[in-house]
């Protein structure tokens, strides 16, 4: 992978890199859209992700290469503006850069850069805090500074909300840059607090990405964000975490239904990564995924965020011999599906799920088993 990198850096540019990063995608394992409602969540980094690599350069020019894309995007040091059309994957590193001050921190001026990656796009993996942590970290490299891990996760949910403009969480940049093997990472994202929970040992990770994605992804995103933040404003609290299911429950009919419906995914989501985190301190991997079914139906049901394609894969799995619970993963309205199994649920069994989605939708969901990964890690 680094070899790689640095032949295609130096194809680019002509000359090789002096600064290599990596940060894994990530699974939202089960804390859905708690994130920014101040809410536990748990996650876990994977196998695959993107790598930057970067080159110093003194003129006052930044290149950006991708193996994604053909062309080179060139721009002076001192523009920050936000591109559109091929080129507006730079604005993760350009969000990036312009964080950077935010936190009385140096960005670099010229440069060579090139990302590479080896994650599904769409897939709800989240390439984009993959890149903005790789960035990050070179960066901040090429610059000699060394913030905490924490201050590197808020750089890139800030890229995120602030310049690319998207009003996530923390889940997806805490989990990439707190990741470790074998280990789940627990977000109480008020704090925000990072820890880890060992994985249980035979607990595997399938993704079947259906390649779906709603036209309005973003719209119906900030959509739920307003909502929830509507029925916490209603209720007189600050977030939603602010309120257990009991106290939720008596005061439901306070709020408009469709936005009473929101509040209960929330509060009674966060109660369920709570119980998870038992659970998996218990090895109980049952338990576990009847909470990430649980999770699935409240996503389908109460938040809407999920699509007959998911569903349909969620009532597939649950059918299926080996599986433990399944339910979308990320941001919803497409996007995939994540299924905890034992060792005994193999390709064959996989093979099985795609062929009847196949035989329903005309298209195969593409299939993942991934195991877990290190976190955002400075390479060279
Ligand atoms: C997306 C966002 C996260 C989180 C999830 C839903 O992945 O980027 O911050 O809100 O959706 O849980």
Redesign the pocket.
């Known amino acids: 992978m680094k070899d790689a990198l640095v032949r295609q850096f130096s194809e680019a540019f002509g000359r090789p890199p002096q600064f290599i990063a990596r940060a894994p995608g990530r699974i939202?394992f089960i804390?859905?859209?708690?994130?920014?409602n101040g809410g536990t969540?748990l996650g876990a980094a994977i196998d695959r992700g993107v790598s930057v690599a970067l080159a110093l350069r003194d003129d006052g020019v930044r290149r950006f290469g991708s193996d994604q894309r053909s062309q080179v995007v060139t721009l002076p040091a001192d523009s920050l503006e936000k591109q559109q059309g091929p080129g507006s994957w730079v604005n993760y590193p350009l969000g990036v850069l312009a964080a950077l001050p935010e936190f009385s921190l140096r960005a670099p001026a010229g440069f060579d850069y090139f990302a590479t990656s080896d994650l599904p796009t769409g897939a709800?993996l989240?390439s984009?805090?993959a890149i903005e942590l790789a960035s990050g970290l070179v960066f901040l490299a090429a610059t000699q500074q060394e913030p905490s891990r924490e201050t590197l996760v808020k750089i890139g949910r800030h890229a995120?909300n602030h310049f690319v403009g998207?009003p996530?969480?923390?889940?997806?940049q805490g989990v990439s840059g707190f990741g470790q093997q074998d280990a789940l990472v627990f977000i109480d994202c008020r704090g925000p607090r990072f820890d880890t929970v060992p994985l249980p040992s035979g607990a595997h990770f399938w993704i079947f990405n259906t390649h779906t994605k709603h036209a309005l992804i973003d719209g119906l995103?900030a959509a739920r964000h307003r909502e929830c933040m509507e029925a916490a404003s209603k209720l007189g609290v600050k977030l939603l975490a602010d309120l257990t299911p009991a106290q939720l429950e008596a005061r439901l009919s306070e709020l408009p239904e469709v936005v009473g419906k929101r509040a209960r995914h929330i509060v009674e989501e966060i109660a369920r990564v709570d119980a998870s985190v038992v659970a998996l301190r218990q090895g109980d991997l049952a338990g576990v995924g009847q909470l990430l079914t649980a999770s699935h139906r409240s996503s389908q049901h109460l938040f809407e965020n999920s699509t007959p394609e998911l569903d349909f894969l969620v009532d597939t799995l649950t059918a299926t011999p080996h599986v433990f619970g399944a339910r979308l993963t990320?941001?919803?309205f497409g996007g995939a599906v994540m299924a905890l199994t034992d060792e005994h649920f193999g390709s064959a069994q996989a093979e099985q799920v795609v062929a009847a989605y196949t035989k329903k939708y005309g298209t195969a969901p593409e299939v993942l088993h991934t195991r877990t990964g290190p976190g955002a890690t400075l390479l060279s």
Not at 31 to 36: I, P
């Open positions: 939202e804390g859905n859209h708690t994130d920014y969540v709800g989240s984009s805090a995120e998207v996530c969480g923390i889940l997806d995103y990320g941001g919803g």
